[in-house]
Structure formats: structure tokens, C-alpha cells
């Protein structure tokens, strides 16, 4: 419990840095380019995996294959993290039927997930775990552990990018416009 704790207050310390660094150099959002090739795993296939959603399923990412999806790791307790959701909402209604996916995987408590995304009518696949999710992070790059963290995977089940802090509805469209997606 105490690895956990540190872990949290270490993440939350990361997030916070990241999210305030983000702020500082992102004058033009859709610019900022460092942070989606840092990581290892890009162009590289994407990591499987089947994790338990809110609902009590078992999802796995094969789920999604023949979409473009967008892997976004997030918390309650993370403010960047709830600055991006309402801007997710509204890019996953846009976009529901033209081959893009938003699968959210929150590093929290389910029963505290369960009850945010119901309050924020969450109209994408959640998934909650606690150190599960903090190692599927690891898989797909997050090497510090800040949230909010995401990654973007092709329609071929390939990384293209990974993001490390909020990323806005703006940028997220501009990178689905890039990887072909009907924006």
C-alpha cells in the first residue's frame, strides 16, 4: 500500500510538471511534435492486451482492430486529465462511425471511475485498474508514469504516436487528419 501511495504522489508530482511544461511550450498545440516521437513503440505494432471495463467485461484491444484508436490513460484525482475528457466526448460522438475509437484507461479506483464517467455521460469503453493500468502505460511508452499520457493506434494496429500531458480536441483532430481518419 505504501509503493502505492509513493506511486501516486510520484504520478501526480510528473503530471503536474509535464502538464505545466506542456502549458509553457505550447503556444501552437498542433506544433508541439517532441513528445509523439520520444517513445520506443512508435511504428511498432500495438501491445495486446484484455482488461475489465466499468461494465464488468472483459475487453481486449483486438476489439478494435480495423480503427484508428486512441489509448488515453487518465485519473480522477488528475486535473489535465479531466480538462481532456470533455473535448474526447465530443471528438468520439463526431467521429462514432467513421473507423475511430477512444478507449479510456483510467490508473483509479473502478467504484470512483465508475461514478465520474457516469456523471460525465463517458460515451467510450472505460477501463479501470490500478497497477494494471499503471503497467499497460509502461507497454505502450509511458516510461515516468505522468498523466495524463495517450497513445495513437493506426487502423493496422501500429503506434503512431504517443502524447505525454493533455492533449486538446484540436490536436487530437489534426493527427486523425494525418493518419487519413474523415474529420
Known amino acids: 500500500m505504501k509503493n502505492v501511495l509513493i ?12 502538464f505545466a511544461l506542456q502549458r509553457y511550450l505550447a503556444t501552437d498545440t498542433a506544433s508541439v511534435s517532441a513528445p509523439e516521437t520520444a517513445s520506443p513503440v512508435i511504428g511498432k505494432i500495438r501491445p495486446e492486451f484484455a482488461m475489465m471495463d466499468i461494465e464488468g467485461n472483459v475487453r481486449n484491444i483486438k476489439d478494435w482492430d480495423g480503427q484508428v484508436v486512441l489509448l488515453n490513460f487518465w485519473a480522477t484525482w488528475c486535473p489535465p486529465c479531466l480538462e481532456e475528457i470533455p473535448g474526447f466526448i465530443e471528438v468520439q460522438q463526431e467521429l462514432e462511425n467513421r473507423g475511430f475509437q477512444i478507449i479510456g484507461v483510467a490508473v483509479d479506483n473502478e467504484e470512483d471511475v465508475r461514478e465520474f464517467a457516469n456523471e460525465m455521460a463517458m460515451n467510450y469503453p472505460i477501463l479501470a485498474g490500478e497497477m494494471e493500468a499503471i503497467e499497460l502505460a ?8 505522468g498523466l495524463p499520457f495517450s497513445a495513437i493506434i493506426d487502423k493496422n494496429g501500429k503506434v503512431t504516436h504517443t502524447i505525454m500531458g493533455e492533449l486538446s480536441k484540436d490536436r487530437l483532430i489534426s493527427i486523425l487528419k494525418k493518419l487519413g481518419l474523415p474529420v
Open 7 to 18: 506511486f501516486i504522489v510520484a504520478t501526480t508530482i510528473a503530471g503536474a510538471s509535464g
Open 138 to 145: 509502461q507497454k505502450y511508452g509511458n516510461s515516468i508514469g
